[in-house]
């Protein structure tokens, strides 16, 4: 009965709009352009979230194992005012490898729509097929297991890399809340 | 829910209609109830002191103060009246939750009240002294929950009382708690680094002491409390060779953490008048927890054999702790709540104090009664799937710990008495304990009750066996019974099973200057010199062995040594008396028998003596 995330089916054939936006090393760039990517994954965050910054290591582990076999990942930072310098250290303190992006204007955020750090969204062929938490660590604020026990991202990014259709879906996130940086 | 709101600001006519703003209504709870650890360098992830700080987490602070998660508080109110009591009113809650869902709206500056100050660096004033750890230990990015343990030690060469204690964990972010145990056995520092990293693992830690010196005090570190300061008469104890053990649990930020903590000790001259004591309730023994079981519960009782007053309270579980409560009921039969948790989290696991100390009477029980969930509904359950749990100090065991900061109420110390009781008890749970029958016979031969004493060693032996310890205690109640031939067997099985032992051999060296055995005693006693050349009563001894059979130089160095390093030690001062009256030195013989006197005035050996060298 009990069930540990809910599941919703997400609407069908929304391709994603395009959003321009600058990398932290002063790139423009579209993430969501067709680049060829098996899939893009995008992991909101921002600096002064403990649950975020807990997952760093989970999410370089999903790097590791999946750079390699044509995904493509970006950090988007969610705060519209915090500095560049104070982002960069960020990154380099977390030891994040993949690239950065900044949404100060909250574009990426209109798109997928996550409600809180950390949260990931995944968009195979311009498609959003997943939006929700990393892992099940955290059931709520301050309850949170030893260790995940379902991990949806990568399961999901699994189907993607067999070349299954995925189930558009969204899981709940447990985090900081990004309404409040509107 | 809207409609509530609104009923509740119409109920407020200074309001008006007006909703709450920052300046007006937010600061004031923020900064009373959370910047003691949303500032910079405390325990919280970013500062709570201005409108941009709390603006950017409106949604997030109305969640968190809804849930009660923020401010971190586990006791149930009304339940216990502690000190220091950080939960929010219903009222302020939902003033939060309005002013987040309606914009987090700033106000007017006017409004705003001045920011509160805090004092930086040690909380206390500079310490009398400082202690930190030698090497930074490193915590790694992730992972589960650390629990280590970090061996101090403070470099005093004399008794210092301590007043305060003062804790800077080095590195806030990572800690969630740390409370400082008192070793003065030394057995902390024998495990101290053999991982190779600095401390050792184990979330409790059990230190066995051989001399009655119960725990008396909380020495405890949790965000936003760093001190314990202690009533000007109820020091502690810190004496040469004693370890402080820094017990922490650390939680992985995400990237590699390093942490080098220091504890701060404040000493006062005064010497304690009053002996708090920690009594544990627990039942570990009842731990076995068949994996899926939602509702476990272990309880314990002890009933108070003297009046006490009840200072602090810390209830202690790991993570399938559910439900903790801690109960009096007195002798007229009326119950009080000391305590209860009715969603425990030992990630803000503390020390409570009471804000006025809690009367028990004589006869009051005092109970505690615990409830565990090992199913996988259990988010914390650190076993997936579950599994069946016993008691042990790793954190996929449980415990079942509640510890009570009580102060008998009447003079003498009556810590005895209370001690007895909590041994008794224990003998109920664990019929055959090593630890109860061992303290019971220690008890009772501080009692001069040798005979009662010897049964309760010989049954503590049968516990564990291969214990030095027990044979030389079992010794010297034999010999304080006048059994010093069975004695004498005690000291030499306690010899034979740890030869290093300097307390047999002090023993040994007792019973062979009874019987005139004086160069089997000056072996023994020579012994305990190698071991630690300061013994005192072991350098007066042999002092007195060497003087009967006629080595008069080195009777008189090595009672100079023990008169140098305790000048107020009787027996040294005595015995060199007579050396010296030995060998015709009369004046500097009278003086020392007048300083023995100075100590023992009735001391009829010393008045004697002086006749015979005619300086009565």
Redesign the interface.
């Known amino acids: 009965m009990r069930r540990a995330f809910s599941i919703a089916v997400l609407a069908w054939g929304i391709f994603a709009s395009s959003a321009v936006l600058t990398t932290l090393d002063g790139r423009r760039v579209d993430p969501l352009a067709n680049t060829g990517a098996k899939a893009v994954v995008l992991l909101f965050t921002r600096s002064d979230c403990p649950i975020s910054n807990r997952y760093a290591p989970e999410v370089e582990r999903l790097y590791e194992q999946f750079a390699a076999r044509g995904f493509v990942f970006w950090l988007v930072y969610v705060d519209r005012t915090e500095s560049e310098n104070n982002i960069r250290k960020h990154v380099r303190e977390f030891g994040y490898r993949f690239g950065a992006l900044l949404d100060r204007k909250h574009e990426l955020v209109s798109l997928a729509k996550p409600v809180v750090t950390p949260e990931a969204a995944v968009y195979a062929r311009g498609q959003l097929v997943y939006r929700g938490r990393i892992d099940n660590r955290y059931v709520a604020f301050g309850k949170a297991r030893q260790a995940a026990t379902e991990h949806d991202l990568e399961k999901v990014l699994e189907e993607v890399a067999a070349g299954r259709t995925v189930q558009p879906k969204t899981t709940r996130a447990i985090g900081c809340f990004i309404e409040d940086l509107k | 829910m809207r409609l509530r709101a609104l009923f509740a600001i119409g109920a407020l006519p200074a309001l008006g209609a007006s909703s709450p703003t920052f300046n007006r209504d937010i600061a004031p709870i923020v900064f009373s109830h959370c910047a003691t650890c949303h500032r910079p360098g405390e325990a919280a992830?970013?500062s709570l002191l201005t409108y941009a700080d709390a603006?950017?987490?409106?949604?997030?602070i109305a969640?968190?103060t809804s849930?009660r998660?923020m401010p971190p508080w586990l006791p149930e109110p009304g339940k216990g009246d502690f000190a220091n009591e950080r939960r929010l009113s219903a009222s302020q809650i939902r003033t939060i939750r309005q002013w987040a869902a309606q914009g987090a709206p700033e106000g007017n500056p006017a409004d705003l009240p001045p920011q509160p100050k805090f004092v930086e660096g040690w909380q206390l004033g500079a310490p009398d002294m400082i202690v930190t750890l030698d090497k930074p230990y490193t915590l790694a990015?992730?992972g589960?929950?650390v629990f280590r343990n970090f061996v101090f030690r403070p470099a005093v060469n004399a008794t210092r009382y301590v007043r305060a204690v003062e804790v800077r964990p080095g590195n806030k972010k990572i800690v969630h708690h740390a409370n400082v145990l008192i070793d003065r056995s030394g057995s902390s520092r024998l495990r101290d680094g053999q991982d190779g990293a600095p401390g050792f693992d184990g979330m409790d830690v059990k230190i066995e002491t051989q001399t009655f010196d119960p725990d008396s005090h909380f020495l405890f570190w949790k965000p936003g409390t760093s001190y314990s300061e202690e009533p000007k008469d109820m020091a502690w104890r810190l004496d040469p060779g004693t370890d402080l053990v820094l017990n922490m649990h650390l939680q992985?930020?995400?990237?590699a953490e390093s942490l080098q903590p220091s504890i701060g000790l404040y000493f006062t001259d005064q010497a304690p008048t009053r002996f708090p004591m920690l009594v544990q309730l627990e039942h570990d023994g009842a731990l076995d927890i068949p994996a899926g079981r939602v509702d476990f519960v272990v309880k314990d009782w002890l009933k108070l054999p003297v009046d006490v007053d009840l200072l602090g309270i810390y209830p202690h579980a790991h993570?399938l702790g559910k439900d903790l409560q801690g109960l009096a009921t007195l002798p007229d039969g009326s119950t009080r709540w000391l305590i209860h948790i009715p969603d425990w989290?030992i990630?803000w696991q503390a020390v409570y104090r009471y804000k006025k100390p809690l009367f028990l009477p004589k006869g009051t029980v005092i109970s505690m009664r615990y409830t565990y969930d090992n199913s996988a509904?259990n988010?914390?359950?650190?076993s997936?799937p579950p599994k069946r749990v016993g008691n042990g100090d790793k954190?996929t065991d449980e415990m079942a710990h509640l510890w009570l900061q009580v102060l008998p109420r009447s003079a003498p110390d009556q810590r005895m008495i209370l001690q007895e009781s909590v041994m008794r008890r224990r003998l109920e749970k664990y019929p055959s304990d090593f630890l109860a029958h061992y303290s019971l016979g220690a008890l009772l031969q501080a009692q001069s009750m040798p005979g009662e004493a010897a049964e309760y060693y010989r049954r503590a032996l049968l516990a564990r066996p291969g214990s030095a310890t027990v044979h030389n205690a079992l010794g010297a109640t034999l010999l304080s019974g006048g059994k010093a031939k069975e004695a004498m067997a005690e000291f030499q099985q306690a010899l034979r099973l740890e030869p290093g032992y300097s307390n047999a051999h002090y023993n040994a060296a007792r019973v062979f200057l009874a019987e005139e055995r004086f160069g089997d005693a000056i072996e023994h006693l020579r012994a305990v010199i190698r071991i630690d050349p300061r013994d005192v009563p072991a350098l007066s001894d042999l002092g007195a062995a060497m003087m009967a059979t006629g080595q008069t130089d080195e009777s008189i160095r090595y009672l100079h040594e023990a008169v140098r390093l305790r000048p107020d030690y009787f027996n040294a001062r005595y015995n060199l008396g007579q050396v010296l009256a030995e060998i015709g030195k009369v004046d500097e013989a009278a003086s020392e028998f007048r300083a023995a006197l100075k100590l023992q005035p009735e001391d009829a050996d010393s008045r004697e003596a002086l006749r015979k060298i005619g300086r009565e």
């Open positions: 992830p970013f603006q950017k987490r409106a949604t997030q969640a968190l849930s998660f990015a992730s589960s929950d992985p930020s995400g990237k993570y989290d990630n509904q988010p914390r359950n650190p997936h954190s």
